[in-house]
């Protein structure tokens, strides 16, 4: 059998035909090729271009200088406080209360008025007291007649006695009936004094000055003696105390300065802390501590002129126990705590920060005392600390700037410095 050769025109399509066989058994390997090429053009052309754009902004950004808010440490007269809750308690709280019972008549006090001792409050029908006295003045009157008719009895028996012309029994029994009489007369004049009081009792007066609060019984009702809600409660507030609780720790300091005779100031001041309400003094300190919480109760005095401090409100005591003269101060929002311990940045010549562990002693409003690692007149960072290290370069844009004080590098903040003082 004859075999022709193959043509020239039928060998390029065998090899195509294989070329693509073998394309279709192998076309993972090509598509980790092409996979592959990407990468390298994207590394090769695109990235590196977008990296060095990146990296230079990061160094510029780093060696930027970062802003912060600074304020001068400096030298000043430190009140040691200790500051507590109270509670505004009156000298004398009176329940005024019925002494007899009767109809009440009338309320002669207004609501929340301002009162003095002895001020008529109200009044019971006195009518039926009235009574009760005139039936005691007339059995004192019908007594004092027989004792006085007795005794001239008795007179006449000792004489005719003494002319033996009765006997001495006779005398001896009006001696007794004469005795007997006095005692009645004696229980008469208890009982007139008895239906007098009763009817001084049917008008109530304030047994203290102060200010009466809301009414408590109306006109026409009957009241019952001695009843446990009253007609009126009435608190005095001028003076007035505050009482309140200290840690136990503090006292030896308190009764130190009180055994040398000192006067201890004492403040009140609102809720919110921002309004002074009165100024007094340290006038009493209880007898024990309590043991379940560890404080003591103290009793401050108001004079209260301006009746500004009202019965169980609740007021904000500062009470000034010592003071430290030429104390390092600084704000206290430039404390930082962290594995170290307390801390503050300080801002040092060169605009870089260093940080400093401190020593704090007692806080006054938003300053404190320090006591070791800090200086008066360097600059301690109050605002931008979250972004600062050891060393980082920093720009004040504003902080304290007295007359005469310039920031560190000898250049004064710029002018939101006058603001924020």
């Not at 390029?12 to 693509?20: D, K, N, S």
């Not at 019971?124 to 059995?139: H, K, N, T």
């Not at 503050?344 to 320090?370: C, F, H, M, Q, W």
Request: hydrophobic fraction near 40%.
């Amino acid at each position: 059998m004859d075999i022709k050769p193959e043509s020239e025109a039928v060998k390029p399509r065998r090899r195509m035909a294989g070329i693509v066989s073998h394309l279709k058994r192998h076309w993972w390997i090509w598509l980790l090729i092409g996979a592959g090429a990407a990468v390298a053009v994207y590394f090769a052309g695109v990235m590196p271009a977008g990296q060095n754009g990146a990296g230079r902004k990061g160094v510029a950004d780093a060696q930027r200088p970062l802003p912060i808010t600074a304020k001068q440490a400096r030298k000043a007269d430190m009140n040691v406080n200790l500051r507590a809750l109270g509670t505004v308690t009156p000298v004398y709280t009176v329940t005024v209360k019925c002494q007899i019972s009767g109809q009440l008549l009338r309320v002669h006090y207004k609501e929340g008025q301002i009162v003095q001792a002895g001020t008529l409050l109200a009044e019971i029908d006195p009518r039926p007291f009235e009574v009760q006295l005139m039936q005691a003045e007339g059995q004192l009157a019908r007594d004092e007649s027989l004792l006085k008719n007795a005794e001239s009895d008795l007179a006449r028996y000792k004489l005719l006695l003494s002319q033996d012309s009765i006997a001495d029994q006779q005398v001896t029994t009006q001696e007794s009936l004469v005795q007997q009489y006095r005692g009645a007369v004696k229980t008469d004049r208890g009982q007139v004094a008895n239906a007098k009081l009763q009817l001084t009792y049917s008008r109530i007066v304030s047994p203290i000055s102060g200010r009466i609060g809301l009414r408590l019984v109306d006109p026409g009702n009957m009241v019952q003696a001695n009843d446990a809600t009253g007609i009126a409660v009435v608190t005095q507030l001028q003076p007035i105390t505050v009482v309140f609780s200290v840690p136990q720790d503090n006292l030896p300091a308190i009764m130190k300065r009180m055994n040398a005779g000192d006067t201890i100031p004492i403040s009140a001041w609102s809720q919110d802390g921002k309004n002074l309400i009165s100024e007094g003094k340290l006038i009493a300190v209880d007898n024990q501590i309590d043991t379940t919480t560890g404080t003591i109760k103290l009793k401050a005095g108001f004079e209260n002129k301006k009746n500004e401090l009202f019965a169980n409100q609740f007021v904000n005591i500062v009470m000034k126990i010592d003071t430290l003269a030429d104390a390092t101060v600084m704000p206290t929002a430039a404390i930082q705590r962290g594995s170290i311990g307390t801390f503050a940045y300080v801002v040092k010549e060169d605009k870089s920060i260093t940080v400093r562990p401190l020593t704090l002693g007692p806080v006054d409003g938003d300053n404190v005392a320090v006591t070791a690692g800090l200086t008066p007149g360097e600059w301690v960072v109050v605002v931008g600390g979250d972004k600062l290290r050891e060393g980082t370069k920093v720009e004040m844009v504003t902080g304290d700037s007295a007359a005469g004080t310039t920031a560190p590098g000898g250049k004064r903040p710029k002018d939101g410095a006058r603001k924020d003082r």
